[in-house]
T-cell receptor
Framework: DTGVSQNPRHKITKRGQNVTFRCDPI?????LYWYRQTLGQGPEFLTY????????KSRLLSDRFSAERPKGSFSTLEIQRTEQGDSAMYLC??????????????FGEGSRLTVL | DQQVKQNSPSLSVQEGRISILNCDYT??????FLWYKKYPAEGPTFLIS?????DKNEDGRFTVFLNKSAKHLSLHIVPSQPGDSAVYFC????????????FGTGTKLQVIP
């Protein structure tokens, strides 16, 4: 399977705990995005990378959230001191910007976070 | 600040008829628009896109129309099929798609056999 891979698919945690999600993009894609989706809403932009450079972070991304893409390949999204309001589906997407400028994003299946 | 708006949360259409999904945007900097389809428990998948230099783009049963002056776009599906039943998201970007992609809230389409 050469699509975008996200792990874990589902994470249940207690309030105050830290969680980390991993995203493995399609190998030749240099852009990587993180979105958050809650019930009845569309994907909300969190942050994105071009190779290892983080280009933009949303105001939604409080200081409890941090994302990295250390070698320009996989990425991690860490949430510290989780709150119940962090419960959502966290979506990762990648795109081959610069080689195929369609703007199309290829999404993974998402990581669902439940904070108790 | 919802820059991409889909005002119809749901739509039901008979199989074989036309489905029309609408989207409005407020950011004048948007010049690249996309539609995504999402099935339950899956990530969104790309459907079709259009650049602001065009007013129409077709791909098989799917056609997207763009009205820049009204800041409005629509997705037409003809003929509609039961497998088209899904949530459809309108999305937009600036700088020809270089900037981040902003999504609408989605329209749930149900195609009735």
């Amino acid at each position: 399977d050469t699509g975008v891979s996200q792990n874990p698919r589902h994470k249940i945690t207690k309030r105050g705990q830290n969680v980390t999600f991993r995203c493995d993009p399609i190998s030749e894609h240099n852009r990587l995005y993180w979105y958050r989706q809650t019930l009845g809403q569309g994907p909300e932009f969190l942050t994105y990378f071009q190779n290892e450079a983080q280009l933009e972070k949303s105001r939604l991304l409080s200081d409890r959230f941090s994302a990295e893409r250390p070698k320009g390949s996989f990425s991690t999204l860490e949430i510290q001191r989780t709150e119940q309001g962090d419960s959502a589906m966290y979506l990762c997407a990648s795109s081959p910007w610069g080689t195929q400028n369609t703007g199309e994003l290829f999404f993974g299946e998402g990581s669902r976070l439940t904070v108790l | 600040d919802q820059q991409v708006k889909q005002n119809s949360p749901s739509l039901s259409v008979q199989e074989g008829r036309i489905s029309i999904l609408n989207c409005d945007y407020t950011n004048s900097m948007f010049d690249y628009f996309l539609w995504y389809k999402k099935y339950p428990a899956e990530g969104p998948t790309f459907l079709i896109s259009i650049s602001s230099i065009k007013d129409k783009n077709e791909d098989g049963r799917f056609t997207v129309f763009l009205n820049k002056s009204a800041k409005h776009l629509s997705l037409h599906i003809v003929p509609s099929q039961p497998g088209d039943s899904a949530v459809y998201f309108c999305a937009a970007s600036a700088d020809g798609g270089y900037q981040k992609v902003t999504f609408g809230t989605g329209t749930k389409l149900q195609v009735i056999p």
